[in-house]
């Protein structure tokens, strides 16, 4: 349903193991329905710091759940006749603590897809979504009741998404291009670049509320849009074979549609970012998003640390190939230039073009082009460990070359040949010299991965997006970020100083007495 | 008696430029062959020559009769047996001093590294510097980072050894330890070709000195006939010029 559900799980499950608040099991109570949530998906589940509005309390802490999805699990715990316990969990740790029985049933905005039902099964829905139109509500379309009434509206949905595609359907209507963001969507259309734009109903409730000058276009049965189950119904997660299954679908039964409505009303309307403000926006952001902010900066720091680790060995073979002397036979020199020539263009065409663009190419191009899905982690670190390898190629070579000739006629005159000379004497000054350079480039990748929320690798700049689009505090949530941003260099740089002293060796030197004194402490 | 080393014709041109004319070399076993002459008469290229850091126009080099400029021979071998000590010393930045009398007999010589040390240590007590086996090349003065230098060559056991004015580059006071662990090596019976403008060392301990002139050998004899009786006017003119500096 949402994008970032189904962004990278397996890099990710490493650094959020920390993270997964510990949940205490007991088997022994029976007589509790343990569902499990992220906490932090408003307005499906939040949390928030009192009980107010029906919040139950989360377990293991002293901070409580609200939202849609803790209303509807108040009322399924009470058909089963069950007291309802709410175990906070990360949102790629939900299917394993379902299965592992940490859970009893997973009630967070989770889609059942195909997928998914491989793992668990599923109930009937207990949440249907629905494609609405967001208008200005001053504007030509503000009476429109299908989707027939859009002729020549300029409409555009979220990049990536059913919404987006959905406008297919409506014939006559001006498809712009697709946008990032929801952000950027709300401010085209307050600037009349767009008529409209096809959002979901949460979303749809929340930016009228916060928002008065745009109204949420419903559109009903045959009038609307025609959609797949997949995208727009939401679960009750429960393990395959599980008895209350039956039971859960019948409570959900007898809750109406409109006693749904109601609750979605409730709970964008008391989803904890539009009204009732914090007392500490800094601490309000870190309760509410920490874990997204940590996730985000974990595939910041995995994916800038990757590049960077891989660019570098990509740099050094490339300077090391490129250093070869050109001599020998015909045949060798022709090589030896061909090679460097192919090398050059690499080198040339990822140094002379933004890592966005090819972000984008690499990875909208291939699918488009040869129809691979790469995962977009994966296309992430593959365009900046090869970014980074064009950049770092040229520093090595010059690092490479940088060492004095006399470093190279010392070991060819005792011997050694092209290659030892390069692994015993060359590279290890090269790569102390250029170890700046390298650092320098991990701080810029650090950064700069943030042009990859362009492909939505859900990176910290994505996450504070994303942050930023639900708590609409721009400001705050990207001075967070900014700082997030200051501790990770501020530390790497540190911490490659650290290294680089480390590689000087001792400032000092012990003189040795004699030569017994030598042999133990000189391991070479 | 076979000579080691044999030098026929050799020329070496860079570009236009021709530094090496003709020039004819023979250096026996045990033999200490010393190369005086003007700064830039040729003198480093011809050993650089020898070692195949340059790579001679035309002429011959045979190393035990062996033509070392024969495509099919075996450069990296001949240099392992053909020791050289630079001018700027050119130890090894990344390595301490052992590991600069280590690296070349493990992986050019395949010793195994307790073998490679205990022979680097025996060659590094021989120049004294027993006390700095830990010290990076940037911590040491010139003349320990040139006794380094001898004792790096020496430990890959050469056949012969090369020295380019390896006293040059240092401070006066510290000629004198370099000088005198070089006459030491002298003394085991290595056969040496020595650069040098030490003319009073290169006098103590050649048995045949050659003086150069604008890349060609413009007179040799042994020791006592060039410093001693110097035939050729620019000999004579050469030798007066360092005497007087002296
Ligand atoms: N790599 C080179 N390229 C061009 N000319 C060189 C090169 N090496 C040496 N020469 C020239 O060769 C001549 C002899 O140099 P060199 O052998 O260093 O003299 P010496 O060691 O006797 O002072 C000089 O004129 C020098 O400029
Ligand atoms: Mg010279």
Redesign the interface.
Known sequence: MHQRRNLLIFLGMLFFTLLTVPTVTSHAADETFKVGMEAGYPPFNWTQNDASNGAVKIQGTSTYAGGYDVQMAKKVAKSLGKKLVIVKTEWDGLSPALTSGKIDAIIAGMSPTPQRRKAIDFTDTYYKSQLVVIVRKDGKFTNAKSLKDFKNAKLTGQLNTFHYTALDQIKGAIKEPAMKDFPSMRVALESGTIDGYVSEKPEGISVTNADPNVKMIELKGNNGFKTNPEDTDLAIGVRKGDADKLKIDHALAKISQSQRDDLMDQAVAQQPQSGNKQENWFIAIFQQYGGMLLRGTGVTLLISMVGTIVGFMIGLLIGILRTIPKTGSVLRRTCLKVVDWLLSVYIEVFRGTPMIVQAAVLYYGAAQAFGWNMDRLVAALLIVSINTGAYLAEIMRGGIMSV?D??F?????????HL?TMF??IL??AI?NSLPAVTNEFVINIKDTSVLSIISVSELFFSGSTIAGQNFQFFHTYLVICLIYLVLTFTITRILRFVERKMD?PQ????????DQ??T??A? | MTNLLEVQHLEKSFGEHQVLKDINLQVEPGEVLSIIGSSGSGKSTLLRCINLLEQPTSGTINFHGDNILATKFDVATYRAKVGMVFQSFNLFNNLNVLQNCVVGQTTVLHRNVIAARKTALEQLAKVGMTPYVNAKPAQLSGGQMQRVGIARAVSMNPEILLFDEPTSALDPEMVDDVLDSMRALAHTGLTMILVTHEMAFARDISDHVVFMDLGVIAEEGTAEEIFSHPQEARTQEFLKRYLNRV
Do not use: W
């Open positions: 004095d006399g470093q006629e010392a070991a060819h005159a005792l011997g050694m040949t030892q015993k004497i290890p000054q102390r060796g000092n030197y012990n003189l040795m007495a004699n030569q030598v042999t402490p000189t070479s």
